[in-house]
C-alpha cells in the first residue's frame, strides 16, 4: 500500500506558472505507475497526466500539452507536475494517484488507479 500526499497548489494569476508535488510513503514508490487527475467543481474528474514506472513514457490530456510536465524521482518517492502558462480552465483540484498494474503503459482512466491523496487546490484568476 501507498499514502500519497500532495502540495504546491495555490491562487496564482492566468499566465502564471505552479509546480505541484506528490510525496509517496513506502519502499515500494519505483512498483507504481503514477498520475495526476484534476477535478473542477460540478465536473467529473479528468485525466491530466501520467508517467511509468520508469519516467520513459509519459502522456498527457490535450488541454495541458505543452504547459504541462509530469516527472518523477524514485529515489525521493516524488512525482512532480510542473504547470506553466496556467489558464482559468485549469482551476481545480488536482490529486495524485498511483497504479499498481504490472503492465508497462500508464493508464489514461482514472479508474485504473488504486490509491490517491487527498487533493490540492489550484485557482487560477484572470
Known amino acids: 500500500q501507498v499514502q500519497l500526499v500532495e502540495s504546491g497548489g495555490r491562487l496564482v494569476q492566468a499566465g502564471g506558472s505552479l509546480r505541484l508535488s506528490c510525496a509517496a510513503s513506502?519502499?515500494?514508490?519505483?512498483?507504481?505507475?503514477m498520475g495526476w487527475f484534476r477535478q473542477a467543481p460540478g465536473k467529473e474528474r479528468e485525466f491530466v497526466a501520467a508517467?511509468?514506472?520508469?519516467?520513459?513514457?509519459?502522456y498527457y490530456a490535450d488541454s495541458v500539452k505543452g504547459r504541462f510536465t509530469i516527472s518523477r524521482d524514485n529515489a525521493k518517492n516524488t512525482v512532480v507536475l510542473q504547470m506553466n502558462s496556467l489558464e482559468p480552465e485549469d482551476t481545480a483540484v488536482y490529486y495524485c494517484?498511483?497504479?499498481?498494474?504490472?503492465?508497462?503503459?500508464?493508464?489514461?482512466?482514472?479508474?485504473?488507479?488504486?490509491?490517491w491523496g487527498q487533493g490540492t487546490q489550484v485557482t487560477v484568476s484572470s
Open positions: 513506502g519502499r515500494t514508490f519505483s512498483s507504481y505507475k
Open positions: 508517467i511509468s514506472r520508469s519516467a520513459r513514457t509519459k
Open positions: 494517484a498511483a497504479d499498481r498494474d504490472p503492465s508497462l503503459v500508464p493508464a489514461t482512466t482514472h479508474r485504473a488507479y488504486d490509491y
